[in-house]
C-alpha cells in the first residue's frame, strides 16, 4: 500500500511540473492552452533523441556524477524542446487570434487543432507506437521504506523536480519576469499602459510553463518511453490537478498534482484495476467543480504573493 | 471613391515589413504542407521524413503554392486597407460599355470570333477531362474528339453560356435573364448543372447511349462520384444563390444588388431538386459509396447538426462528444442482450431510441450541471475527459462491456407490424440510409425551427451578453444545460444507428479522436448554419475517402488528424465563421473581434463575488 | 424613514471588493410608483447599488427586500440575477448593452420571451401554445417599440443604433419583462438635448402611463430635478442626504459633495 502512496506522490510530482503549465497560462489568458500535451511530447522527444545520441545502447553509465550529468543535461534539452513547442503554438495558434481580437471559443478549438497538428506530425515522422528511451542510470532500488520501494528513479523526480518547482517559485515572485507576469495576470491592460510589454510576457508564460512540461516529459521518456501520445493522459490529470490547487495559482499545481497523484494512486492497492486511476482522476475533477470550483489554495495567480 | 481626393498620394508599392511577414508565412504554410503530404518517418531514421519532403522535387509545388497564397493573402490585405487602390481620375469604362459601343456588324463579328474561342476552350475541356489513356493536347486530338459524345455536351454548355452573357452584357436583344420566371431560370440552371455533372464524368462512354444510365451496368455513368460532386456543389450553389436574402439594413451592404428573392415555388423547385437527388442519386452509387454514405456522412451529419448545438447555438465546446455517441451505441448494445448484463427486457431497436435519448440526456445534464455552472470553458476539458473515462470504460470494463473483444450481435432493425414483416439487411444499404434520412431530416428542420424560436434567440443573448440576458430574467444555466443534453441526446440517436448497422460493437469505434473530426465539420461549414455543418459534414467526411480511394496529393488514411489539426487553426485564423457562416454568428464574431458583446458563452456566469 | 407602500427596501447594505468598501450601511425605501433618483459624484458606489439590487452583487451584510409590505416580499440578497429579474425588477446598463447581432426588435423579443413558457420541445415541434406565444411576443414587441418611438428601426441592427436609439432600445427590451421596477443607469448619458428631452417624457410617460416605479441614476441634474420626486445622494459608498430635489439643492453637504466634481454637477 505504501507502494501505491509512494508512486502516487512520485507522478504527482511530474502532474504539478505539468499543471504549472495550465496554471500559468490560465492565469495570464484565463485560457485553457489545450495544446499543452503536445508540450509535453515535445520534451519527452527531445529527451529521447538526447539520451539516444549520447547513451544510445551503450551501458547504463553507473556513477553517480554521469547520472546528474545525464539527467541536468536531459532536463535542460526537454525543457528547451517544450519551452520551443510552447512558443510555437503560442505563435501560430494563439498570437494571430489575439491581435484580431477573436472570442475565447476560437482560442480553444485553434489550441486543440494546434494540438492535433502537432500530435500527429510527431506521429507521422517518427511513428505512432511507443520507443524504449536509453536509461541515463540504473535503476536501482535504493531504499526500502515500510514496504515501499523507492528507485533511483524517483529519488531523481524527487530532486529535479522539487529543484525546479522552487526555481519557479522564485522565477515567478522574485524576478522581474515574473512580477511582469503577474501584473499582466491580474490586469492585461494596465499593466500594458504601464509599459509591460503584454506579448513577449504571454510569450514567456508560455516558455516557462513549456520548460516544466518539458522537463515533465523527459522523466515520462525515461519511465515509460516515447510516443506521439504519450502527453494526452498525464496533461488530462496535470489539468485536474491545477483545478484541484486552483487554477492560476502557482503554488496551488504544486500541491495540486502531489494531492492527485496520491489520491489516485493509493485506492488502486484495494482495487486492483489500474485503469481506474482515470475513472478516480476524472470523479475528483467533477467533484471539485461541484463542491469546491476555487481548487484548495483558491486562484488568481497575481494575488496570492 | 470620395475619400481618396482628401489621402494624400499613396506609394503604390508600400511593400513593409508586415508583407514580409506574410509571405513567409505563407511559404512555411506551403513547406508545411509540403512535410505534411510527404511520406512517414520513423523513430530509427528521425529525419527521413521531412528530408525526403522538403530536399526532393516533392518540395517544388509546395513551394510554388506557397508563394502564390502569400501573393494573394497580400493582395487581399493591401486591397482590404486601401494601399493598392488605384486612384482614378476617370471613371473607367466597364467592359459591357466598351462592347456596346461598337457598331452592329463589328457586335456580330465580336459574337461569332468569341463563340469560337468558347466552343475550342470547351473541346480542350473536354479533351482535358476525359478518359486517361489518351494523349492530351494535340491538334489531331481535338479533331478525334468529335467522335466522342461528351464533347457535345460541353459545346451545348459552354456556347449556351456564352449567349447568356453576351447577350447579358451587349444587350443584344431587349431579353434580360432576370426578367425570366424564376421557376424557369431554376430549372435551366438545374438542367445545365446536370449536364455538366454527366458529360464531366470521365466514365462516359464514346458513344452514349442510355444504357450508360442504368445503375445496374457494369460501367455506368454514376459509379463515378464526381458526377455527384458536380451535382451537389452546382446545386448548393443555385440553392443558395436563390435563397439569397436582403441584408437587413444597416448591416454590411451588399455589393451587388440582390439576384432574387425567396418565392414560394422557388423554394418548391429547390426542395424538389434536392429532394430528387437525396432520394434518387443513392441508387445509381457503386456499393462502396451506398455504405460510407450511410456510415461515413449520415451518421455524422446528424451528429454534426447535434454537435451544432451546442457549439454553434450555444456557444459552448464539447471535445467528447463522442463520448455520448459511444453511450448511444452501447445503449443500444445492452438492450439487445448483446453485453454481459443482461437487460430486463430486449428491444426492438426502434424503441431503444427514445432510451438512448434519455440516457445520453441525462449523463448530459449530470455533467453540464456542475460544470457549467462555474465556466463555460470548464465544458470543454470536462467533456474531453469523459469521453476518455467512457472509452477507457468501453475498453477496460469487461464484466460490463466486452472490453476490446467487441460486444454480441445487436439485433437490426425490423418491423413487424400490420402484416408488414421487415428487417434491415447489411447487404442493402440503402435500407439504412433512407432510414437515416428519415431521422435526418425531421431533425434539419427541428433544429430549424428551433434555432429561430425563442430558444434559439435566447441562445443568441446568452452568446453576446450573458450578464444583460440574465438582467432580463433568462436562466442562463439552464439553457446551457438544455443545449448540451440535446445535443448529447443526438449523438446518442447517432449511436443506436451506427451499432445497428455495425453489428458488433467496439471501442476503437470511438476513440476521443472522433470528437475532433466532428467538431471540425462543424466548425468549417460554419457553427449555428445548419446548412454549413451540413455542407461541412458532406464535404469533410466525403474527401478522405475519396482521395485515399485514389491516393491523390500523397494523402494517406493516417494522416487525416493532421490535416483536421491544421484545418481547426487555419478556420479560426482566417475564418472562424465557417465556409457557409449563419448570418447571425458571423455578425456576432465580427462584433466581438471589434470589442462589442462576445460570441460564445464561455465567460464565468456566477455572481461576481466581491472577495 | 418609513413609508407606508415601499417597493424596494433597503436595509444596510454594506459591499466590500478587497479592502475596498464600496458600499457602508447604504439603506432606503422606495415608494410604489415613485421615480426616485440616485445621484453622486462617480465612485460614489451608484451602480454598486443597481448591482446589488439586481442580484449581480451579493453584498456582504445588509438586506434587500422587494415588495417589503407584501405577504410574499422577496429577499434580493442571495438571489440569482435572473430570478431579481423574474420577480420584476428590470433594469439597463450604463454602458448600453445590446445583443448587437441582433435587430432592435429581436431584442425587445428576447425581453418579452424570457418569461414565456415555451420550451424546446415547444419550439421545434412549434405546438400551439407556442405559436399562441410567438404571436403574442411580436405583438408586445411592436407594440413597445411603438411605445418608445422606434418603430421606424425595427428591423436595424442593434449594433448600427445611435447612441439615443439604443438607450430607449434597452428600455423597450425592459419593458418587455412586464417589470414592477424599473433601474435606470445613466439613461441620458452621451444623448444630445433634443434625445435628452424626449427620454425624459418616455421615462415618465412609463412612471404614469404604465404605473412602473423607476430608480434612476443620472449625473445630468436638470433631468433628474425635472423628474425625481424624491432623491438620495450617495458619496464613499454612504447616503449623505435624501429629500425632495428642492431640499437636495439646498443641502450644504451636498454641494460639498459636489465642489469636487463641479464640471459633472453641470454637465
Known amino acids: 500500500m505504501f507502494n501505491f502512496l509512494l508512486q502516487g506522490i512520485f507522478t504527482g510530482l511530474i502532474f504539478s511540473l505539468v499543471a504549472l503549465g495550465y496554471t500559468l497560462v490560465y492565469g495570464v489568458l484565463r485560457l485553457i492552452n489545450f495544446a499543452h500535451s503536445e508540450v509535453l511530447m515535445t520534451g519527452g522527444f527531445a529527451g529521447y533523441f538526447f539520451l539516444h545520441y549520447t547513451i544510445g545502447n551503450h551501458q547504463v553509465p553507473s556513477s553517480l556524477w554521469a547520472t546528474i550529468f545525464y539527467v541536468v543535461l536531459g532536463v535542460i534539452i526537454s525543457g528547451a524542446g517544450g519551452t520551443v513547442a510552447a512558443l510555437v503554438i503560442e505563435r501560430f495558434a494563439y498570437r494571430p487570434l489575439r491581435r484580431r481580437n477573436a472570442p475565447k471559443l476560437a482560442y480553444l478549438i485553434s489550441a486543440i487543432g494546434a494540438s492535433y497538428f502537432l500530435l500527429n506530425l510527431f506521429g507521422k515522422e517518427f511513428g505512432r507506437y511507443p520507443v524504449a528511451t536509453s536509461q541515463p542510470f540504473n535503476n536501482h532500488v535504493v531504499v526500502t521504506l515500510w514496504g515501499g520501494q523507492i528507485t533511483m528513479y524517483d529519488l531523481v523526480i524527487l530532486v529535479a523536480t522539487l529543484a525546479l518547482l522552487f526555481s519557479l517559485d522564485r522565477i515567478v515572485y522574485r524576478s522581474k519576469m515574473g512580477r511582469a507576469i503577474r501584473a499582466v495576470a491580474s490586469d492585461m491592460e494596465t499593466a500594458s499602459l504601464m509599459g509591460v510589454n503584454v506579448n513577449r510576457t504571454i510569450a514567456s508564460t508560455f516558455a516557462l510553463g513549456g520548460f516544466m512540461g518539458g522537463a515533465a516529459g523527459f522523466f515520462l521518456a525515461i519511465n515509460q518511453g516515447v510516443s506521439n501520445n504519450m502527453g494526452f493522459k498525464p496533461a488530462l490529470f496535470a489539468f485536474t490537478a491545477a483545478v484541484l490547487g486552483g487554477i492560476g495559482n502557482v503554488r496551488g499545481a504544486m500541491v495540486g498534482g502531489v494531492i492527485l497523484g496520491i489520491v489516485m494512486f493509493t485506492p488502486i492497492y484495494w482495487l486492483g484495476q489500474p485503469w481506474l486511476e482515470e475513472v478516480i482522476a476524472f470523479s475528483v475533477l467533477v467533484l471539485i467543480l461541484l463542491f469546491r470550483p476555487t481548487g484548495i489554495l483558491g486562484e488568481r495567480l497575481g494575488r496570492t504573493a | 471613391m470620395s475619400t481618396e481626393s482628401t489621402v494624400p498620394k499613396r506609394r503604390y508599392w508600400a511593400l513593409n515589413g508586415e508583407d514580409a511577414r506574410r509571405m513567409c508565412t505563407a511559404i512555411v504554410g506551403g513547406l508545411v504542407l509540403a512535410i505534411m503530404t510527404g511520406p512517414e518517418g520513423a523513430i530509427s531514421d528521425p529525419t527521413y521524413g521531412v528530408k525526403t519532403s522538403l530536399l526532393t522535387g516533392h518540395v517544388v509545388g509546395y513551394f510554388i503554392f506557397g508563394v502564390v497564397l502569400g501573393c494573394l493573402l497580400t493582395y487581399r490585405a493591401k486591397v482590404k486597407d486601401g494601399t493598392w487602390r488605384r486612384v482614378r481620375t476617370a471613371r473607367r469604362r466597364t467592359m459591357s460599355e466598351r462592347v456596346t459601343a461598337f457598331s452592329s456588324i463589328w457586335r456580330y463579328a465580336f459574337l461569332a470570333v468569341t463563340t469560337f474561342l468558347v466552343a475550342l476552350i470547351s473541346l480542350i475541356f473536354a479533351d482535358f477531362s476525359g478518359p486517361v489513356t489518351r494523349n492530351k493536347m494535340s491538334v489531331h486530338v481535338l479533331e478525334h474528339q468529335f467522335l466522342y459524345t461528351r464533347t457535345y455536351g460541353y459545346l451545348v454548355l459552354a456556347v449556351a453560356l456564352w449567349f447568356v452573357v453576351v447577350n447579358q452584357v451587349m444587350q443584344l436583344s431587349s431579353f434580360k435573364l432576370r426578367s425570366l420566371p424564376r421557376p424557369v431560370l431554376g430549372l435551366s440552371a438545374i438542367i445545365a448543372i446536370l449536364l455538366f455533372s454527366l458529360t464531366s464524368d470521365p466514365f462516359l462512354p464514346a458513344r452514349f447511349s442510355w444504357r450508360a444510365l442504368d445503375p445496374h451496368a457494369s460501367n455506368s455513368l454514376f459509379h463515378h462520384w464526381t458526377t455527384y460532386l458536380w451535382l451537389i456543389l452546382g446545386l448548393a450553389v443555385t440553392i443558395s444563390w436563390l435563397f439569397r436574402r436582403d441584408p437587413i439594413d444597416g448591416a454590411k451592404p451588399a455589393r451587388r444588388s440582390r439576384a432574387l428573392a425567396v418565392t414560394p415555388e422557388m423554394r418548391i423547385i429547390t426542395y424538389v431538386a434536392a429532394g430528387f437527388i437525396v432520394f434518387e442519386a443513392p441508387k445509381y452509387l457503386s456499393l462502396y459509396w451506398q455504405i460510407s454514405l450511410y456510415q461515413q456522412i449520415g451518421v455524422f451529419c446528424l451528429l454534426a447538426i447535434g454537435l451544432n448545438i451546442v457549439v454553434g447555438f450555444a456557444g459552448l465546446l464539447d471535445l467528447g462528444y463522442v463520448a455520448f455517441y459511444a453511450l448511444g451505441a452501447y445503449v443500444t448494445a445492452y438492450f439487445s442482450g448483446a453485453l454481459p448484463l443482461h437487460p430486463p427486457f430486449q428491444l426492438n431497436p426502434f424503441f431503444i431510441i427514445p432510451f438512448a435519448i434519455i440516457i445520453a440526456m441525462l449523463s448530459g445534464v449530470l455533467l453540464g450541471l456542475p460544470t457549467l455552472r462555474l465556466r463555460g470553458d470548464y465544458l470543454a476539458i470536462v467533456t474531453l475527459g469523459f469521453g476518455e473515462i467512457v472509452y477507457v470504460l468501453a475498453n477496460d470494463w469487461t464484466q460490463v462491456t466486452y472490453g476490446s473483444a467487441g460486444t454480441g450481435a445487436i439485433t437490426n432493425f425490423n418491423v413487424h407490424l400490420l402484416g408488414i414483416n421487415y428487417v434491415w439487411n447489411p447487404v442493402n444499404p440503402l435500407s439504412y440510409y433512407y432510414l437515416m434520412i428519415g431521422i435526418l431530416i425531421p431533425a434539419i428542420f427541428l433544429f430549424d425551427f428551433l434555432n429561430h424560436s425563442k430558444v434559439g434567440r435566447t441562445w443568441a443573448a446568452i452568446r453576446e451578453d450573458e450578464v444583460a440576458a440574465q438582467s432580463l430574467g433568462i436562466n442562463a444555466l439552464k439553457y446551457k444545460v438544455m443545449a448540451f443534453a440535446m445535443g448529447a441526446s443526438t449523438a446518442g440517436v447517432a449511436g443506436v444507428f451506427t451499432a445497428v448497422k455495425v453489428g458488433h460493437l467496439f471501442p476503437n469505434t470511438f476513440v476521443l479522436q472522433l470528437s475532433i473530426t466532428i467538431l471540425v465539420l462543424v466548425i468549417f461549414g460554419g457553427m449555428g448554419s445548419i446548412v454549413g455543418v451540413l455542407f461541412g459534414a458532406i464535404v469533410l467526411q466525403w474527401l478522405p475517402s475519396y482521395l485515399n480511394f485514389h491516393s491523390y496529393f500523397g494523402y494517406q488514411q493516417a494522416d487525416l488528424y493532421l490535416y483536421i489539426g491544421a484545418l481547426l487553426v487555419v478556420m479560426m485564423i482566417f475564418r472562424p465563421q465557417g465556409l457557409v457562416p449563419s448570418r447571425r454568428r458571423r455578425r456576432e464574431i465580427l462584433d466581438a473581434e471589434e470589442g462589442l458583446g462576445s460570441a460564445d458563452a464561455l465567460g464565468a456566469i456566477t455572481q461576481e463575488q466581491p472577495s | ?267
Do not use: W
Open chain 3, 1 to 267: 424613514m418609513t413609508s407606508a407602500d415601499p417597493i424596494f427596501e433597503v436595509k444596510d447594505v454594506t459591499l466590500r471588493f478587497g479592502g475596498v468598501t464600496s458600499l457602508n450601511n447604504v439603506s432606503l425605501n422606495q415608494e410604489r410608483g415613485e421615480i426616485l433618483s440616485v445621484i453622486g459624484p462617480n465612485g460614489a458606489g451608484k451602480t454598486s447599488l443597481f448591482n446589488c439590487l439586481t442580484g449581480v452583487y451579493l453584498p456582504q451584510e445588509g438586506s434587500i427586500t422587494f415588495h417589503p409590505t407584501q405577504t410574499k416580499a422577496i429577499k434580493i440578497v442571495g438571489r440569482a440575477p435572473h430570478r431579481v429579474a423574474q420577480a420584476g425588477v428590470a433594469r439597463t446598463f450604463q454602458t448600453s448593452r445590446m445583443f448587437n447581432a441582433l435587430t432592435t426588435f429581436e431584442n425587445v423579443k428576447i425581453g418579452v420571451e424570457a418569461h414565456q413558457k415555451t420550451g424546446p420541445i415547444g419550439a421545434m415541434l412549434k405546438l400551439p401554445r407556442t405559436r399562441h406565444e410567438e404571436k403574442f411576443s411580436d405583438q408586445r414587441s411592436h407594440e413597445l417599440l411603438e411605445y418608445v418611438n422606434l418603430t421606424h428601426r425595427t428591423n436595424t441592427l442593434a449594433s448600427s443604433l445611435p447612441y439615443g436609439d439604443r438607450r430607449r432600445l434597452e428600455i423597450a427590451r425592459a419593458l418587455g419583462t412586464d417589470p414592477k421596477v424599473l433601474l435606470l443607469d445613466e439613461p441620458a448619458a452621451g444623448t444630445n438635448p433634443s434625445e435628452k428631452l424626449a427620454l425624459a417624457e418616455l421615462i415618465s410617460r412609463i412612471n404614469t402611463e404604465l404605473g412602473i416605479s423607476i430608480l434612476l441614476i443620472e449625473h445630468d441634474m436638470k433631468l433628474v430635478m425635472s423628474l425625481a420626486q424624491r432623491l438620495i445622494v450617495l458619496n464613499f459608498g454612504g447616503v449623505i442626504a435624501e429629500g425632495t430635489p428642492q431640499e437636495i439643492q439646498e443641502n450644504p453637504l451636498v454641494i460639498e459633495a459636489y465642489l469636487g466634481a463641479s464640471d459633472e454637477a453641470t454637465q
